[in-house]
């Protein structure tokens, strides 16, 4: 244990537990100390020197002087700028942002936050993750983010694979990098398939019981706006009258209450494809202002509407669980 | 950016270029700048490759090879702008700028003077810029040109270390081509009527001369070069020179040391004031007293002689030798080879034979002019008897001519007469123009004598230099004249800066770092100790550096570190801060452990509350919490 201590100070062993060990996500913020930012020479890099020898040979069968002058200040102005890489990336602050939920099929941006506490700038900082490039640059003293799109295929939560922060400023002779691996995850819903909202059930649950109000056929009245209510169903002029935002009521024999029922789809279907119809349905029903509830095998998301509910009812759906 | 540096990098080449390739580059430069302005579309690869090769065929019509230096180079210089045209990828911008360093480098085949050296480091710059521009695209010009600078600012020290202490390797590490040393000027092997005239029309320095104490007079200034015995009634050539171990001379008077650091001349002769005693260990004398080199000299030399200005040359005069500096082409010039007969017959000895024809000299009234007449077959006779014009080639071949005619030994010597000192940093600067031609007489008893006949016809020559003798009006270099003083001036300051320049940065060669090493202290340094300094030195340097760059990395935040420091006090005493406790409640809990402490811990714990959570930072406040802290014990 206690040589691990000791080498811990090295770079190559830090380089090799990281390529080595499963690492686990780092939760916090994570700090990039010298010893997890490690610099390569780049391809243009490897030219430069071949470039600088090649003068240098030339200088001395020529005998040229200022030859020399321009190989050795070539040579120094390449071995600063490794100094030059290695400032712009090491003592950065990286810490998780947000991130929002997505469907299967889309792409979950990541939010990673860059904090430059030094006294001078940092720039042209490229996050690389599953061949995905996002680049941004962190000015003294600030706060940077950026977003880094992730594919998201399966539903659930999405977790955050390593990502590899490198620069190669300011000549792009050198590439400093690190890895990191934030603690973040997004959730991913179900894809939504293309089926129409579900026939009316003339059955107890959803039956002919017309509550008044709650349909979208024929207008019925207007009560103050609650913040659930869809902004399509205010009434802009009656609330221009009266001050305050009023909703429209509507009664018809669609204003029913909706039961998506994991059961009542048809015997034969997928697991994952009840998902999918379940999401399109919570979908096109929020859409269209009505109330409906969710049951799943041994969940229930009670009768509701609004953004909030939508966001439950699909959580629900995304970690489900066969 | 990169155009800008390209420019800059090949702008001196424009002048030794062919003219269809300075034609093509400007064609090209301007065809991308269009494209640059406009966004245009860049030209095909077919048409890229297409210029290619017709680029590649004309440098070979030009130079009959794509071998060698100079098409080595003119291919470069197109290559370098058709790949300006081709800058698609990231990759294509590095390839670009790296030819431009290339480029930069050629220059210095041709020149390697202060304003090159200048135009280099600027195209550096321009360079640099402009590849921190394509690492951090979205930055204005002007920070990429400051973070270029700021970067070769710091490479400077490496840079320097790796020029004084990189172990050197005296060139060519394999053959040189044959163009390599093209256009150097200098005296020849032979002296045809108007070569030393075209000479003194160039203000080009031949030499620099430093002596350790003052230096001889002006009339004594005579620098030793080829020596001519073969006369074929036209043009003096060298004889056949041998190398002799026993030369030596008979010193009277007072050794003059001095360090003359040579131009490149491309011949093997080494320059030294009449006459060398010590020469320099690599250097081997004639049977002729000339120094000479046993490589040609390619690169600037520089070298410790000793001489006696005052001295009798007794070596030299074996049979063979005496036989050779007798030798007359038959046939020409009758009328002087009347007047040596009369003078062999009249007069009883050699050295009366010469003082008589000093006088001869002296007394017909020759005019020494830059612009003398074309003479004919009797070039002699024509010279001392009708046009009495001449320089000093005319003089000292007449003379040798007459004394061959009356049978005394007698030979020409070119070289050097004179010389200025430069007031600015003391060296003596010795010119083309400075060239000279003087005659050598055997006389037995002294050996060979130096006869000056241009002194004897023309005394102001010698004593005042070629700018008193020539008449007004002549074409003489520009800043020969004297009448423009502060030109002069001018000239002198930066002829001393571009020595110091030769003899630091220039001639800094194995030799020159030895001397330096051992300055320093390292008396016979190997190259394995100099790679070790070198190695420590860049090392000590780039720490320094890396210190300087990384000094505002870790802004730490004070409060958050007097904090810290604060409960690692309180932690040595058993009383550490919980994970999850807040500062206020963590000093309510050690105030009731240590109630004498309590003002002390709850002004520190609000202070720190105030600074961390507050508004505004306080100076006044921080600097009272760390004090509180720094006191505090528990």
Known sequence: MKLDRVLQYSQAYNFFQWVFRKHAPEPGVVFLSQRRVYILPTRHGLTFGLAVILMLIGSINYNLSLGYVLTFLLAGLGIVSILHTFRNLAHLYVSAGRVAPVFAGDTAQFELV?????????????????????????PAHQHCSVALPVK???????????????????????RAWSYVQPDMRALVYPRPDLAPLPPEHSDADTGNAISAGAGTDDFAGLRPYHASDSPRHIAWKASARSEVLLTKLFAGRAASELWFDWDRLPAGMYAEARLSRLARWVMLAEERGLRYGLRLPGVEVPLGEGFAHRERCLKELALYRG | MLIAGATLAVAPHTLWLPFWADFAATALLIWRAIVSIRAGALPRRWLLILLTFSGAIGVFFSYRTIMGRDPGVTLLVLLLFLKLLETRARRDIFVVAFLVYFVALANFFYSQSIPIAGLMLLTVLVTTTALVGFSAPLRPVVDDLKTAGRMLAQAGPVMLLLFFLFPRVQGPLWGMPQDAYSGVTGLSETMSPGSIRDLSLSDAIAFRVKFESDSPPRALLYWRGPVLSDFDGLAWRVGLPQLRRNMSIEAAGSPVDYEVTLEPHNRNWMFALEMPARIPPSARLTSEYLVISLTPIRSRIRYEMRSFPQFQAASGGNPEDLAMALRLPRGVNPRSLALASEWRESLADNSAIVRRAIEFFRGSRFEYTLQPPALGRNSVDEFLFDTKQGFCEHFASSFVFLMRAAGVPARVVTGYQGGDTNPVDGYMVVRQADAHAWAEVWLAGSGWTRVDPTAAAVPVRVELGITAAAPAGATLPLLMRTNLNWLKGLRNNWEALTNQWNQWVLGYNPDRQREMLSWLGVPQPSWQTMTVMLFWSVAGVLLLTALWLLRGIRREDTVQRAWLRFCDKLAREGLARARAEGPLDYADRVARVLPARENAVRAIASLYVDQRYGPGPDARSIARLTHLVREFAP
């Open chain 1, 114 to 138: 860059f904090e430059n506490k030094s006294d001078f700038d940092r720039h042209s900082l490229d996050l690389a993750c599953r061949g995905v490039r996002v680049s941004c640059d962190a």
């Open chain 1, 152 to 174: 998201a295929e399966k539903r659930g939560w999405l977790q955050l694979e390593r990502v590899t922060v490198d620069t190669r400023f300011p000549l792009g002779l050198m």
